[in-house]
C-alpha cells in the first residue's frame, strides 16, 4: 500500500496554477452550501453548534482542496474540526435523550482519546476509520429514539458512510495506480460527492430534531 496522507494523496491529479483540485474543492463548496442552508433553518443552539462545526470542518475541507500547504497542519486541523464536530454530536444526543450515564459519558471520553491517540501515531487511514466509527456510535443510539420518518433516513448515512471509508480505503490502495492510469479522471469526487450525500441526510434528520422536546 502506497502512503496516504490528506490533501496530498487523494486521488485527483494536483493542477499547478490556480486551484490545486478544482473538482474535489468544487463538490465540497456544494456541500458548505447545504450545510449553511440548513444551519438557518435549525433553532436550537445544540444543533446549531453540531452544524456550525460540521461546516467549519467542511470549510477547511474544502480549502485544504484548493491550496495545498506543506506539512501535516491540513490533516492536523481537519481532523481537530472532526473531533470537535463528534464532541458537538454526543452533546446533540445527550440533549435529545435528556440524560447521559456517567458510564456513557467514560466511553466517550476514552473512544475520543483513543481518536486522538491513534491520530497521532497510527496511519492516518486508521484515523478515519475511528472518526466515521464514533460517529456512527451515537448515530445508532439515536435511532431507536428518532420519529419513524427519520430513521429511514438513518439507514442512509450508515451505509453512505460505510461506502465512505471503503471508497478511501480503495484510494489508498489503488489510488496511485489509478491516476497513472488516467490522470485526468479526478476520481476522488466520488468520494465528496458520497461526502454531499451524508452531509444531506444528516442535515435532514437532526436539523429540527430538537424542536417538539
Known amino acids: 500500500m502506497s502512503l496516504y496522507n490528506f490533501p496530498f494523496n487523494t486521488c485527483e491529479k494536483v493542477q499547478t496554477h490556480g486551484i490545486a483540485q478544482p473538482y474535489s474543492a468544487s463538490i465540497n463548496i456544494i456541500t458548505c452550501c447545504v450545510l449553511v442552508y440548513f444551519l438557518t433553518k435549525t433553532k436550537s443552539k445544540e444543533v446549531f453548534l453540531f452544524l456550525f462545526l460540521f461546516l467549519v470542518f467542511q470549510i477547511l475541507h474544502t480549502f485544504s482542496h484548493m491550496i495545498h500547504i506543506t506539512g501535516n497542519i491540513q490533516r492536523t486541523l481537519v481532523h481537530i474540526l472532526a473531533v470537535l464536530t463528534n464532541i458537538s454530536f454526543f452533546y446533540l444526543y445527550c440533549s435529545y435523550a435528556k440524560s447521559c450515564s456517567s458510564r456513557m459519558w467514560v466511553l466517550f471520553t476514552i473512544a475520543i482519546i483513543i481518536d486522538v491517540y491513534l491520530f497521532l501515531t497510527a496511519s492516518f487511514l486508521i484515523s478515519i476509520l475511528t472518526t466515521i466509527f464514533i460517529f456512527l456510535v451515537i ?75
Do not use: A
Not at 431507536?144 to 438513518?154: A, D, T
Not at 451505509?159 to 489503488?174: D, M, R, W
Not at 488516467?182 to 454531499?196: A, K, Q, S, T
Open 139 to 213: 448515530l445508532i443510539h439515536f435511532y431507536p429514539l428518532l420519529p419513524g420518518e427519520k430513521k429511514k433516513y438513518i439507514w442512509m448515512v450508515l451505509v453512505g458512510s460505510v461506502v465512505l471509508f471503503l471508497t478511501i480505503f480503495n484510494e489508498k490502495v489503488n489510488g496511485k495506480k489509478m491516476l497513472e492510469s488516467y490522470p485526468h479522471v479526478p476520481f476522488h469526487i466520488v468520494v465528496e460527492i458520497i461526502g454531499l450525500f451524508i452531509v444531506f441526510y444528516v442535515c435532514k434528520v437532526f436539523y429540527n430534531v430538537l424542536d417538539n422536546k
